[in-house]
């Protein structure tokens, strides 16, 4: 198990490092359609291979399975951006569709896979996935041949959006927030570490529902982040229709320094349980599930508006790569939770769950002021489409 569990790990973090060279080739070679199709015919291959159940076949496997992601990923968000111009206010909302789409999957895809498993072991479980694959390839192949090119509607200088336009420019801001997003999915991973074991180790097993009590735990307080995300996001795309109306709306940078501001706010929810005995004893569940609540709302402001921002400000042509450089700081991120779960243990409960809440404070108040900036780029790349999109 031990030796299992490093294998996932890396292979993790090798499919989301692979999105960077991926997206580079998408951009320079293939172009985001050819790459999303031979993304998917790789990860269609991949899955056949362990679907044969035959161990020479494992690390190939893996292999293609890891250069599938690298050219999937890329040139789906590329792909997506290039659906609405920069102009669009919708941009946003097809990303939120998006991040819908992958949490129903999320969902789904653990419950065909048990049961499945339980009947036919690792074969027909492989060989669902292949067949799911192959189907998602046939239909990618369908649609990018009716995709026709996004309409360049003429463009505009100013000084301001020429400076703001420099390809220069635009790389350090995409650095910016992907040097960002560690913090992000640094936060977003410890559902899976230190709440995982703080729900295991220090919260209370019972709660009362109605005159009954009812059992939960860790699963049952993963179950919940999940079914929170899919719940709110009905919530967000009514109101991104909504606030489309107003001509008030925050800007995607004031979103995603919320977006922190509330991830801080999660953790310095359980910071305080740890000083209301969750750092030697057993705590309400409610610590627990606020700070879940809350971190659903910050992944909706960071995930999804993050990935669109990314595809936004990018340089020309170079969408698919900045969009690469995002999946690179979700292994980085990967990394660091590791790191930082070597502390869980050795320092109390409130200790460690503050230096999280610090670190997304930061991350606001870095790209607080930074606020002018990305909104300039953003303004450019409406003003100056060539200059922010494909």
């Keep these: 198990e031990p030796t299992a569990l490093l294998i996932l790990g890396v292979f993790n973090g090798l499919s989301y490092v692979s999105g960077l060279p991926g997206g580079m080739l998408t951009d320079r070679k293939l172009g985001p359609a050819v790459g999303l199709i031979m993304g998917a015919s790789l990860l269609t291959a991949g899955y056949g291979a362990l679907a044969t159940d035959r161990s020479p076949l494992l690390w190939p496997a893996c292999a293609l399975l890891v250069l599938g992601h690298g050219l999937f990923r890329p040139g789906m968000a590329t792909l997506l951006g290039a659906l609405f111009s920069s102009r669009d206010s919708r941009r946003e909302h097809g990303f939120l569709w998006q991040y819908l789409a992958v949490n129903i999957a999320c969902v789904v ?105 009812m059992a939960i735990g860790p699963t049952q307080f993963a179950s919940l982040h999940g079914l929170l995300v899919l719940a709110l996001l009905p919530l967000f795309l009514v109101s991104a ?13 004031v979103k995603m320094v919320w977006g922190y501001v509330v991830t801080a706010a999660a953790f310095i929810l359980l910071a305080a349980a740890g000083l209301h005995g969750g750092d030697t004893s057993h705590v309400s569940p409610g610590w627990l599930t606020g700070c879940y609540l809350l971190l659903s709302v910050a992944e909706l402001l960071l995930g999804p508006f993050g990935m669109s921002l990314v595809t936004q400000i990018a340089p020309p042509n170079r969408t698919g790569q900045a969009v690469g450089l995002w999946f690179a700081a979700a292994a980085v991120g990967n990394v660091a939770a590791g790191g930082l779960g070597l502390l869980w243990g050795r320092w109390p409960n409130h200790r460690y769950f503050a230096l999280l809440a610090l670190a997304s404070l930061g991350a606001a108040v870095v790209l607080l002021t930074r606020l002018s900036l990305l909104e300039r780029l953003i303004n450019a790349s409406r003003t100056n489409p060539q200059g922010g999109r494909r």
């Excluded at 977003?188 to 097993?205: H, I, P």
């Design 241 to 253: 229709t909504c606030r489309r109306r107003r001509p008030a709306e925050p800007s995607t940078p």
């Design 109 to 213: 895809g653990p419950l065909c896979a048990g049961s499945v498993l339980g009947a036919h072991r690792w074969r027909g479980l492989f060989l669902l996935a292949t067949a799911a694959m192959l189907v998602g390839a046939l239909i990618l192949t369908l649609w990018t041949r009716v995709l026709g090119p996004s309409p360049q509607p003429p463009a505009t200088d100013a000084g301001s959006s020429a400076a703001a336009a420099n390809p220069t420019t635009r790389w350090r801001a995409v650095w910016l927030l992907c040097t960002l997003a560690v913090v992000f999915w640094l936060t977003a991973l410890q559902a899976g570490g230190s709440l995982a074991l703080f729900a295991e180790e220090y919260t209370l097993r019972n709660v009362i529902v109605l005159g009954r009590s």
